[in-house]
């Protein structure tokens, strides 16, 4: 699967020199079949501490790059009049390698000159982004990512508890990726060994097995215990989603296919609700939130499709369900703080689906807290949806609740190891909804086997960690893993995000004004040169940073 070469990453392993501050761990970097990826071990893990400013005037850069760099540090001040250049990844060369490099070294200069590769790399272009804290706009909730049974079966197969430690930090820890988001599945998903929900005995409408757990969920609630114990993540937000009801609540007595849930079932099925958060909560996961289910469409449409537990519901009958059960059931009970999202589907469903529950039970949608969103046709349906529905039901939080590569026929439906452009969508996507007010983001499994499982329905994708099956003692941080981390490492929950306008094409960004005040802006370079930014701070002045072509980073500052 890989060509072995157990590099590291170059500027990372000087990263406690750098300001001799905090001690870090640099990635230990292989290249893969499609680029690079950082290797991790019941012994070893990369991690980056985050940064103390000593400072007013101190800025600090994170860097990661198509080239190689993942979370490399740079770091100096405002207004020193002089331009700081942040250095990509070089990889090093054994002595046999050097005497090829130098033996060619006449020849590569002159078939370079007549190479657009090679002279768009010796392009420099450049960019002014001014970033004014006075412009305000959403507050933000956090990100995270999925714990189906998928990542239950991989992690509990881990040769080493260790190795699963190691993913929950990578993840949760403030050194991690600092996430504080979580979606769990109500009962089973696509991502499992088998569909399975609670009270799957035919007629079991008091729900009589809901007073202890499933096995498989004493082992996923085992697993995120110890994941809240050893990240030290403080304030773990968890999502409840249910893909199906018991099939016998069903019209077509199936996990999937054309079928919705039978009317004289509704109660029950909110019920069934309410008896999951006690459960939760009784086994020490409190619940954050749930939703209305997930994809509804799954079961009304697409059902010649999706092989894996769904169940249909339409605007109409979601409607009746919300207003005259679900929402009553929780707003009257112990749960009535619990936060609702409607949907959790597609974009190109916004903003009608919530006009048409308003239509058939009016102000239905009061119910909701927030609209979550998934994220796999947003290069198709594009943001006036979301703006539409921002305008129509203001005040509700945003959030895209599932994300990842490998769904579509034109994309490879497996991981693809190391791949860069997977990861600059994922940055593109991130920059674009947050930038239309989003206030989270949930990705979909936390890790994946190395052929995108394992599963019940052949249902195979990519996933920002990938673990190693043939032996269950290492996995691997793709490229999407720190992509995501640009994002998530340095704005914590309560940050709020501020106006960054560039000044050209050459740079997209967001930036953040966080609880402490700081400011925590990521700049995205998808060109295929070098790019000098320069940075104008409202309150802090400016400064000048060159940045290498095809990569991200994430800037912190007073």
């Not at 921002?390 to 991981?415: F, H, M, N, R």
């Not at 994946?448 to 019940?456: A, F, K, Q, R």
């Not at 070098?530 to 400016?542: F, W």
């Amino acid at each position: 699967m890989f060509t072995s070469r157990g590099v590291l990453v170059l500027g990372v392993l000087l990263l406690s020199a750098i300001g001799g501050r905090s001690e870090s761990f640099p990635c230990k970097l292989r290249d893969a079949s499609h680029g690079k990826v950082c290797v991790c071990t019941a012994d070893y893990c990369d991690y980056l501490e985050n940064p103390v400013l000593t400072d007013e005037n101190e800025w600090y850069l994170i860097s990661s790059s198509k080239q190689g760099l993942r979370f490399s540090t740079t770091s100096d001040k405002f207004g020193t009049g002089k331009k700081v250049t942040v250095q990509d990844y070089v990889e090093q060369a054994s002595e046999a390698a050097n005497e090829t490099i130098v033996s060619r070294l006449l020849d590569d200069v002159v078939a370079s000159a007549f190479t657009l590769q090679s002279r768009e790399s010796s392009i420099t272009r450049s960019v002014t982004l001014r970033l004014d804290r006075t412009k305000t706009h959403q507050k933000m909730v956090g990100f995270g990512g999925s714990y189906t049974g998928s990542v239950t079966y991989l992690v509990d197969n881990f040769k080493k508890s260790e190795l699963g430690d190691h993913l929950y930090k990578s993840y949760y820890a403030e050194q991690g990726l600092g996430f504080n988001l979580m979606r769990v599945p109500i009962g089973g998903c696509d991502f499992d060994l088998e569909p399975w929900s609670y009270a799957q005995e035919e007629g079991n409408t008091l729900l009589s097995d809901m007073d202890e757990l499933d096995e498989r969920d004493v082992a996923r609630m085992g697993q995120i215990k110890r994941l809240i114990e050893v990240s030290g993540v403080k304030n773990l937000l968890v999502k409840g989603t249910a893909w199906s009801a018991p099939p016998w609540m069903k019209t077509n007595n199936r996990w999937t296919g054309f079928g919705r849930l039978k009317k004289q079932y509704y109660q029950i099925w909110a019920d069934y609700h309410l008896r999951w958060l006690k459960l939760m909560k009784d086994n020490g996961i409190p619940i954050w939130a749930i939703s209305t289910g997930n994809e509804p469409l799954n079961g009304i449409f697409f059902m010649f499709f999706v092989k894996f537990m769904s169940m249909g519901w339409t605007p109409q009958t979601q409607a009746v369900f919300l207003n005259d059960y679900l929402g009553p059931a929780i707003r009257n009970s112990e749960f009535k703080d619990i936060i609702l999202f409607g949907n959790d589907d597609q974009r190109f469903t916004f903003p009608t689906w919530f006009k048409m529950m308003n239509r058939t039970r009016p102000n239905s949608i009061d119910y909701l807290d927030g609209l979550a969103v998934h994220w796999y046709w947003d290069e198709i349906f594009g943001s006036s949806f979301i703006e539409q529905t921002t305008e129509y039901a203001p005040d509700k939080i945003l959030i895209v609740s599932e994300s990842c590569i490998g769904d579509k026929p034109w994309q490879a439906a497996a991981p693809l190891l190391g791949s860069w452009e997977r990861a600059e969508k994922y940055a593109r996507d991130y920059l674009l909804n947050l930038k239309l007010g989003f206030h989270g983001w949930i990705d979909w499994n936390i890790c994946l086997d190395e052929g995108g499982g394992p599963n019940y329905v052949d249902n195979y994708v990519d996933a920002p960690v990938i673990v190693n099956t043939t032996t269950f003692e290492e996995f691997y941080k793709q490229p999407m893993f720190y992509a995501m981390g640009h994002f998530s490492k340095l704005v914590p929950e309560g940050s709020v995000r501020i106006d960054a306008v560039p000044s050209n094409v050459n740079l997209d960004s967001v930036a953040f004004q966080r609880p402490d005040k700081k400011i925590a802006a990521v700049l995205f370079n998808s060109g295929r040169a070098d790019l000098d930014i320069t940075l104008v701070d409202s309150v802090r002045g400016e400064f000048v940073v060159n940045v290498p072509a095809k990569s991200i980073h994430t800037l912190l500052y007073s």
